[in-house]
């Protein structure tokens, strides 16, 4: 097993060992990733050179000499310890009915009739997840090719173990399983296009890097949708490449749609990543149950979690031909990919933020703490954009007080003006710029040139935090330390004047 675990990282014993880190290189290196990290003297044992990142792998024994050296070096900007990310499935039963009871909670048929179809090949889904079967009788027909950054090849198929049922073909079959199979299932989007990229191995857990690399592969590829399925429980500063990621695909207009985690933990105190990774296009998702309940496992966060979607006893496709309930905040993740690629099959152009905030708008209301406190109802959002419901964006969220936000209106005509319930709690400008000032609630109304008018949800103005801290103790200092507490402590003993020791 290798020692990026994050519990057993630093425990001493006889055996000298190595520990693996990511290290960022800046843009003005005149050199090759390669050639820039054997300078420093490091063992090389990958790189990505669309993130400027090389994996490395440093002795214990040297740990404090390098990380000064590193650290010092003006063409370093920065290194973190590697992780590893896994798959958010929670336990599950073993009752396997081919009932689909999540379609029929988000009212998909009534979808699909206003749609007139159940999405379009144009629009690709990524599922990033331990590779898909796509030989499977109700996948194969929408598969596109993908690649496997698990074992370096172009073969994603699902790898099945004791840990691993099968957890990316399951989540495959909840966007787009075909509906043309007896005895089989269908996806919301059971026409539109899949590309497996698979990271996570046959236990369930994927390097770093290779998450990095799948990400970059889908932006690159034409996705429309990423959908991520996993993650882990680390500081902000550790997670700092996934992130960066993460905006690499918002800011190219690929929506990235996260699972909020299965720990029962609220993400706006708790670091999750890639789900509390905020940016214009992405959506982070908590589970539902058949009784519109919160799961115990599921994770939530008024604002960090953008919405929820049904999780529990999900039955989809598994490898070999065969079919599956699986609970998790997974489940939940790739049904709302699976929307917003309905959804873009009609309008294109569709961004992130605006089918977040659709999406939130026609939502049903739930009592489980998101941005929204709603689960997502896809007859009710389909209805909206077939009819050019005029939509706020954002719809809901969680602004810090003293600052700013831009408003715009969705499938509204410019000139727009805005009004904020509230004066007290925040401004709103003619442009949309909304000031926060002090502890409270609003909601905002939007008027359009044509007289059409529209009002958010709740937009709260409250103190933000990421969850960058992580599960552990916080770290000594500043708080941004890359590696785990024990370890910067025991550096900041040798090395006092490490920036976060201060």
Same mark, same amino acid.
């Given at each position: ?13 006889? =055996? ?10 800046? %843009? ?112 194969? &027909? ?12 172009? %073969? ?10 099968? $957890? ?20 919301? #989007?059971? !026409?539109?296009?899949?590309? &497996? ?23 690159? $590829? ?26 690499? =695909? ?35 998702? *908590? ?49 709302? #990919? ?18 977040? #905030? ?16 709603? !689960? ?59 000031? *926060? ?10 008027? %359009? =040139? ?9 937009? !709260? ?22 590696? %785990? ?9 040798? *090395? ?7």
């Amino acid at each position: 097993m290798k020692r990026i675990l994050l519990f057993a990282f630093f425990i001493f014993s006889a =055996a000298s060992q190595a520990g693996e880190y990511i290290v960022k290189f800046k %843009d003005h290196t005149h050199m090759g990733l390669t050639q820039a990290a054997q300078s420093l003297g490091l063992k090389v044992q990958d790189t990505h050179e669309k993130g400027r990142l090389v994996q490395v792998k440093i002795p214990d024994n040297q740990l404090l000499e390098k990380y000064k050296q590193i650290k010092n070096n003006k063409n370093v900007e920065y290194i973190v310890e590697t992780f590893p990310l896994k798959a958010f499935r929670a336990p599950y039963t073993l009752a396997e009915l081919r009932e689909q009871w999540a379609l029929a909670k988000v009212n998909a048929e009534k979808a699909w009739q206003l749609a007139g179809n159940k999405g379009h090949r144009n629009i690709i889904v990524a599922v990033i997840d331990t590779g898909v079967d796509y030989n499977h009788e109700s996948l194969s &027909p929408n598969m596109v090719p993908g690649y496997d950054f698990n074992a370096n090849d172009d %073969d994603p198929m699902d790898e099945t173990s004791f840990q691993n049922p099968g $957890h990316g073909t399951h989540c495959a079959g909840v966007v787009g399983a075909t509906g043309e199979v007896n005895g089989g299932i269908v996806g919301l #989007s059971a !026409r539109v296009s899949i590309m &497996p990229l698979r990271f996570l191995g046959a236990n369930g857990s994927g390097d770093l890097m290779a998450g990095i690399k799948a990400i970059d592969y889908a932006i690159e $590829h034409g996705a429309k949708v990423i959908s991520a399925s996993w993650g882990a429980e680390v500081q902000k500063s550790q997670a700092e490449p996934l992130i960066e990621a993460v905006k690499r =695909a918002s800011d190219a207009g690929v929506i990235f749609i996260a699972a909020a985690g299965n720990s029962n933990k609220n993400n706006d105190t708790s670091g999750f990543w890639p789900a509390n990774a905020k940016f214009e296009n992405t959506i982070t998702v *908590a589970a539902s149950n058949s009784s519109d309940g919160k799961p115990s496992w599921s994770n939530y966060g008024r604002a960090i979690v953008d919405l929820a979607a049904p999780g529990e006893n999900i039955m989809s496709t598994i490898p070999g031909n065969k079919y599956k309930n699986l609970s998790g905040t997974s489940m939940a993740t790739p049904l709302v #990919s699976s929307l917003v690629a309905l959804l873009a099959s009609q309008n294109p152009e569709i961004t992130g933020a605006e089918a977040r #905030s659709l999406i939130q708008a026609t939502g049903a209301q739930v009592d489980i703490q998101t941005a929204c406190n709603c !689960r997502i109802d896809a007859g009710a959002a389909m209805e909206a954009l077939k009819n050019n419901t005029m939509i706020v964006v954002p719809a809901a969220g969680t602004i810090a007080p003293n600052s700013t936000s831009k408003f715009s209106a969705f499938q509204g005509t410019a000139p727009l003006s805005f009004t904020s319930s509230n004066t007290n709690v925040a401004d709103i400008a003619a442009d949309g710029t909304f000031t *926060a000032k002090t502890k409270g609630e609003t909601t905002i109304t939007v008027t %359009d =040139a044509h007289g059409k008018t529209a009002t958010s949800l709740p937009i !709260r103005v409250a103190e933000l935090s990421d969850g960058g801290g992580g599960g552990g103790t916080p770290p000594p200092g500043d708080g941004q330390c890359p590696f %785990d507490p024990q370890t910067c402590e025991l550096i900041c003993g040798i *090395a006092p004047d490490m920036p976060w020791c201060q």
